[in-house]
């Protein structure tokens, strides 16, 4: 995997990190999908990269719990050979900006190659970005990106549609306190796909018409003729905010079930980033049909599209 | 280690995980005690065998904590090669059933080779044996098997006695609540050797009788003349739950101490799970005593046994 | 890095475990910081030594939470190609004592070859070196010692100025409760150093004077002309103790400020084991001041001296 892809360089050089999506060109965009999608293949039939990290370090540091995204990255790292370290830290026992800094100061000395953030505020890896000399790429920062999970959902929609200029795309729910919407967003419009939000206002975030999304506020007109419907998860806290009413009211007026479904193109993907709430956000026999559900894919995506970010940012510093 | 045993081949076709012991044949015994005594004797001499699980990935999912099971497959996992990946997960975040099968559907989408489970729910790595791809092996499921906990004291008596048939062993304590007591009732009987339960009947399941063990509700009795005396572990709740009187009572009746030791073969194994309540289930001198204690080489064979457990699944699975 | 030292294996043949520093020999100390330096080289042009320490699992036993060492412990361990196995313990399921020895037997029978440990207790890495095979690392215990912390410390001072006999170091802070002082002051007398403690008398350990120190309870008269200027980091619980008035007095008098660091030499360090109270302890232009603060280097040479430790505990057990 180490031959090619000169235009790519061209483009990163500066690039040294992923912190989000906003703004990337499509030239920088495809060619993480097409080396992803190798990974893809060698995960499929066993094959190993050890050579690709050998001797570099990997550390996930997790200021949030995530054991699904920590796991896709620990994988990722470990299957292109990289050392993998595990740092949780509780939010709890940390001082605000300061002593994020000084985890910056500790992670160059310990001299860490490639930083994989997730912090519950917005900002907190561009901020570390700025004071370490290891590739930093955000694994979800508060309300602001969640690249690497745009990315693979973009690398699942690409495999079944072959493109993804021109698809109409319908992002459902909680978009206001989703990162996944955000990158998404910025992905799927820099591609070329016509994005749609579907949600209650309550939901929605203050800036969404900068966004070029066309908003829905019900199920039917944002669902009809799409290709992908995309279904965000609703945090619990968001009912005992009062945002809404009920996990119940919510899946009457929000929730996927087959009959909302069949308002979308027959060939339409049905996607979440998981974990899944089901019965609130997604109805189960949706969530789990095989025509159109590509949920398990978006997993399997997900460490493609890890490995390909991680060996992309390393190559671009051993280069500089 | 990659030869021979083909005897053994033919039987393991229809098993493709390790959940349990109930039913095994000692054709299905016999190799694994062979495989993880040779690995014994390759852990002595600190050599390892990278190659055996070399590119596999190896998932400890914990829904309980128990560090040294977790870390017996660990070192298993990594002393043969294979990318191993800790996901611990606290029940009280899971919404049972359905989202044990979402869990399994991310495992298998992140290419999982081998998956060690446990759970505090009997069935529940059964449950995901039959979505998931990888080999299950069954860590302790609630009050049902703990197959390796089994293997591993088989092995170490075998290691002892040179063999298993015609021995009497005595299996102290809480019955009822104990996987590990199921998978030795399961493995011992089915080797021939001849099973005793000691308990007070608070502590026995109803269904003892079809076990085919002899039911003592005296240690005098049930500890007369036999080759291993082996103690399970007090869980202190069974005492808030009223089925002990008190830990002081309990030692009292059903502790081991060096006298009830005198009942048993001057020439008895003494044998313990871990991690021992020292003064309730058994005396320190007693659990100390090296002249009939093996409660530390269980810990090795331990290690041993899980070696041969993920060498002899991954195997099959190669060659499916 | 095999070759070599051969004066300090004579040394070292006494010395299975590293306790601690107290009554070490320089004889003992010089090799350690030698390989260290070497290691610390290799870490900068990312250089692993995967030879050194392979087939061989060292297990991080922590029963306090450190990320810090466990991380540094856990990269020198990968780097130098050993299996790394986490085992963190809340020490409130732990019943003293017998049950650390249980520990003990445990680690043994799993076939631990380097055990670090981190214990709230004072001498339970002693204890546990008594019942294991493996060489024995304490990363820190009660009030004790922490001997890499100081080894590292002492990498740091000589790399500045090139040897540490005749240098006048100030350890500053809550000298009574801190096994980082302990240390340092039995390395740095050791080696010729002369060492001030800077304390208000209610920070200080009463047996002070038997130490070989000079004892201030100024910070004017305590930095004076000082080589090196060591922050100890003030635990909050001293407050709530009534050892120190509040955080803001505590600073006025105690803490580090440009002020009185120029009492100090033109070219002193400023030095800090990490994580720091600033504000309390010391001040952020002080802690950030790349003419005197050496504090990031610090958290590297800490892997690097943890390399050179478990390279040679490692090679002492492969030669007896």
Redesign the interface.
């Known amino acids: 995997m180490r031959d090619g892809t000169p235009h790519f360089f061209a483009r990163m050089q500066s690039q040294r990190h992923l912190l989000g999506l906003q703004g990337m060109h499509p030239s920088q965009i495809v060619p993480i999908l097409d080396l992803a999608e190798s990974y893809a293949l060698l995960?499929?039939s066993?094959?190993?990269q050890r050579d690709v990290l050998r001797?570099?370090?990997l550390?996930n540091l997790f200021f949030e719990d995530s054991?699904?995204t920590r796991?896709?990255f620990?994988?990722a790292g470990?299957?292109l050979g990289a050392?993998v370290?595990n740092?949780?830290?509780s939010t709890s026992s940390v001082?605000k900006g300061?002593?994020l800094l000084?985890t910056a100061?500790?992670l160059?000395?310990?001299?860490t190659?490639l930083l994989v953030v997730r912090h519950a505020q917005s900002g907190a890896p561009a901020l570390l970005s700025q004071k370490v000399d290891a590739a930093v790429i955000n694994a979800g920062d508060g309300m602001h990106e969640h690249p690497t999970q745009a990315l693979l959902d973009a690398l699942t929609i690409r495999r079944h549609f072959g493109h993804l200029d021109g698809l109409t795309v319908a992002i459902c729910g909680d978009v206001a306190h989703s990162r996944v919407a955000r990158s998404n967003i910025h992905l799927l419009t820099a591609m070329g796909a016509e994005v749609r939000v579907v949600a209650p206002p309550t939901l929605l975030p203050g800036a969404i018409n900068q966004l070029g999304v066309q908003v829905f506020h019900h199920m039917a007109g944002g669902l009809a003729d799409a290709h992908v419907v995309m279904m965000l998860r609703l945090q619990r806290e968001r009912m005992s905010a009062g945002l809404v009413p009920s996990a119940r009211e919510y899946f009457r007026f929000f929730g996927l079930d087959a009959e909302r479904l069949a308002l979308a193109r027959p060939d339409a993907l049905v996607m979440h980033p998981?974990?899944?709430n089901?019965g609130v956000e997604i109805d189960?026999p949706v969530a789990d049909d095989a025509r159109h559900s590509v949920?398990?894919?978006?997993?399997?995506m997900?460490?493609a599209v890890r490995m390909a970010v991680l060996d992309l940012l390393s190559r671009r510093r051993n280069e500089t």
């Open positions: 995960n499929r066993r094959k190993t001797g570099l370090t550390i054991t699904r796991t896709s620990e994988l470990k299957r050392d370290i740092m949780s830290v001082n300061e002593t000084d100061a500790t160059n000395a310990m001299r190659d998981g974990p899944m089901r189960s949920i398990a894919e978006q997993v399997e997900g460490v």
